[in-house]
């Protein structure tokens, strides 16, 4: 059965792409709905799966004949599959630079950024589709009424078009895609030390990254526990924010920070199975940040620029959960999950201001309410994907 198409807003950007680029990327984690994003806006085209061992062979064997098969353009899905496509691609479009020709879709960085940054550099156009943003999901009338549902659930679109259990879905990604793509980058002898990592790593989503902590919690080494990262950050499965590199006060924190692209996926490794469950957690406040920070980072992302955010923390713990720069003007924002709004969740907000001079900021919490405090501005979690436009945040 074909899923429900739901309407993405990255579509006008992948649009554009296409009229000033002839060969256009798109990019993401596996099930994010790239394929079905690609095959619905580029409908006019033949859709190739490189996962698909004939066409594969095909394209190994005999790559020139391969892409004179689609020479009026086509999509091809997984194209990190057969590298040596990049290469012939950059000749066709040499010779017949016609825009948005051949669209690519890939969900493994390692291969596919190389191919472009060897080949296609200055032909292509890349876009980075996460999995849904909130306001896609409300647009398409899903009840997101509920943080707590929400931030459980995830993003993914197989749980919000097709009728499967959470807890099953997240498992069954894990096993099948998970698991599968970091042996196909890295050595993983034995599985369990490695199911064992993903749950740490889970674990630490808001903090300050400690590859000596987090491998010695693992039984592995550091060098382990630093090239398992980058595969999960190569598989778009985390991603980590830089420090603020503007020096206030001489003693920063110079550690990234980690996070999960989709919180639905760190809950089920966190054996979180339920939105009474994820209440109650312990790392309920972290989920929430992640939360907020990804579906900003989406905004940016469906938009074809920059990501531009950051954190800042001092060594004494003094800390601003985003501070996104733009053009020279800096914003900050804090995170907090509570549903009321109390007077110390503005310390550090305050703090920064009296620090740096910088005017204005925001506060996301988990109540529903909008309005202006202390020169501050004051947002309900659902307005999340918006952040980065605020005045100050907007480039």
């Not at 989406?298 to 733009?326: L, Q, T, Y």
């Not at 405090?373 to 100050?392: H, M, N, S």
């Amino acid at each position: 059965m074909k899923d429900v198409y739901i309407d993405r807003r990255a579509e006008g950007t992948i649009i554009n792409l296409a009229k000033g680029f002839p060969v256009v990327a798109i990019t993401g984690p596996r099930q994010s709905g790239k394929t079905t994003f690609a095959r619905h806006v580029f409908d006019d085209r033949p859709y190739v799966s490189l996962e698909d061992l004939d066409n594969r062979e095909f394209a190994e064997n005999d790559p020139r004949g391969f892409l004179d098969r689609y020479g009026a353009g086509a999509v091809f899905d997984e194209v990190q599959r057969v590298p040596q496509l990049f290469s012939w691609l950059q000749g066709i479009v040499d010779a017949d630079n016609r825009m948005g020709r051949f669209i690519l879709t890939g969900s493994q960085q390692f291969g596919f950024m190389e191919g472009i940054t060897q080949s296609l550099a200055g032909r292509i156009g890349e876009l980075r589709l996460l999995p849904f943003c909130l306001p896609e999901l409300r647009d398409a009338g899903h009840d997101t009424s509920d943080a707590d549902q929400v931030i459980y659930k995830g993003f993914y679109p197989a749980v919000h078009v097709r009728e499967v259990g959470v807890e099953q879905w997240y498992n069954a990604y894990i096993a099948t895609y998970l698991e599968r793509d970091v042996r196909s980058m890295v050595t993983v002898q034995n599985l369990s030390t490695f199911q064992t990592y993903l749950r740490l790593v889970a674990g630490r989503c808001g903090q300050i990254l400690n590859l000596s902590s987090l491998g010695a919690s693992a039984g592995i080494s550091h060098n382990t526990a630093k090239a398992w990262l980058s595969v999960l950050q190569a598989s778009f499965i985390v991603f980590l924010v830089q420090p603020f590199h503007r020096n206030y006060n001489k003693r920063l924190i110079r550690s990234p920070k980690l996070y999960f692209c989709d919180t639905g996926l760190a809950s089920r490794l966190l054996g979180i199975n339920s939105p009474d469950q994820m209440a109650l957690h312990p790392l309920k406040g972290a989920i929430f940040e992640n939360f907020v920070i990804s579906e900003t980072l989406k905004r940016r992302h469906n938009e074809a620029r920059s990501p531009g955010c950051f954190f800042w923390r001092d060594s004494v713990g003094h800390e601003v959960d985003m501070i996104f720069e733009d053009g020279g003007q800096v914003f900050p924002v804090e995170v907090k999950s509570g549903k009321t709004v109390a007077a110390d969740f503005f310390d550090a907000l305050r703090m920064w201001k009296k620090m740096s001079g910088v005017e204005g900021g925001a506060l996301v919490y988990g109540g529903n309410e909008e309005y202006d405090r202390e020169g501050f501005r004051v947002l309900p979690w659902g307005k999340a994907y918006d952040i980065a436009q605020l005045p100050g945040g907007k480039s």
